[in-house]
């Protein structure tokens, strides 16, 4: 089964696998990877599923994720996922990319770390209610056109590298968890999310203090029926305590990981990733 590059017509078999594997993933995730990046996978007959994928995303020239290692439960110790990280690493590196990360669930951060990945954060995948209280005396409202370079300055800020284009993307597939928080007339916070398999997930979330945090999640989620889920990084354990306290539950952790140089931006104020597959 040789490696091959993914292209549209690959979307159901990928997206199959990463459902197989009980991943949240949909077809316009694995879209982003075929059409602003790369995507390898292995076939396996007319299986409705790929046997083993792996794709990356470049952020600029000095930034890129690696994701989507995933392999078949079947076709597991055989190699598949040592092939597609050696070419996505070897790939990126030829291209000059200064940092490559890559967020390690706990079974795959020890196979990252003899690679070579370092851990950077943590963060920790929660299970919303149905609703969450309103935060009093911060101002929130849906996300305006105008909002963009102030929101997309919070995430360059942040995450260290520009993805305008991916985040304007997710605004579009969910549109109600659109949100920005206003401090002195000016946006001083913001929250997106997008849709998924399962349930929509919120996030990039990126607030100065933790009361804008609160605010700006309970209006993402208050806004969505049914379940969600957020990618909350350890360093807003606080805004985690406050989400168990009202009927939230955490799923699973992940750790970041970063090869080469450090990861560019400030943490501090980027408190819910954009999920494991983004960053």
Do not use: K
């Amino acid at each position: 089964m040789p490696l091959r590059s993914l292209t549209a017509a690959d979307l159901p078999r990928a997206a199959a696998l990463s459902a197989l594997i009980g991943w949240n993933q949909n077809q316009a995730d694995w879209a982003e990877f075929v059409t602003a990046g790369q995507a390898r996978g292995r076939d396996d007959g007319g299986a409705e599923s790929l046997a083993a994928s792996a794709a990356t995303l470049g952020y600029g020239p000095d930034l890129a994720w690696i994701s989507m290692v995933l392999v078949r439960p079947d076709l597991r110790r055989q190699g598949h996922a040592t092939a597609l990280m050696r070419w996505a690493v070897e790939s990126l590196r030829d291209a000059g990319v200064a940092s490559l990360a890559l967020d390690a669930t706990p079974a795959g951060r020890p196979v990252y770390a003899r690679l070579g990945f370092r851990d950077v954060w943590g963060f920790t995948r929660w299970l919303l209610p149905a609703a969450l209280p309103v935060e009093p005396g911060v101002t929130v409202r849906p996300l305006r056109a105008a909002d963009w370079p102030a929101v997309l300055a919070l995430d360059l800020a942040g995450f260290g590298a520009p993805r305008g284009p991916l985040l304007r993307r997710f605004a579009r597939r969910l549109p109600a968890a659109a949100w920005v928080a206003e401090a002195a007339g000016q946006v001083s916070g913001a929250i997106l999310g997008r849709d998924g398999l399962r349930q929509p997930g919120l996030g990039p979330l990126w607030a100065p203090d933790a009361a804008t945090g609160r605010a700006l999640l309970a209006a993402a989620r208050n806004a969505l029926p049914g379940a969600a889920v957020l990618d909350l990084c350890d360093h807003a354990a606080g805004l985690g305590d406050w989400l168990g306290e009202h009927g939230a539950s955490a799923q699973r952790p992940f750790t970041r990981m970063v090869l080469g140089a450090d990861l560019p931006g400030e943490a501090s104020g980027y408190l819910a990733a954009a999920g494991p597959e983004f960053g």
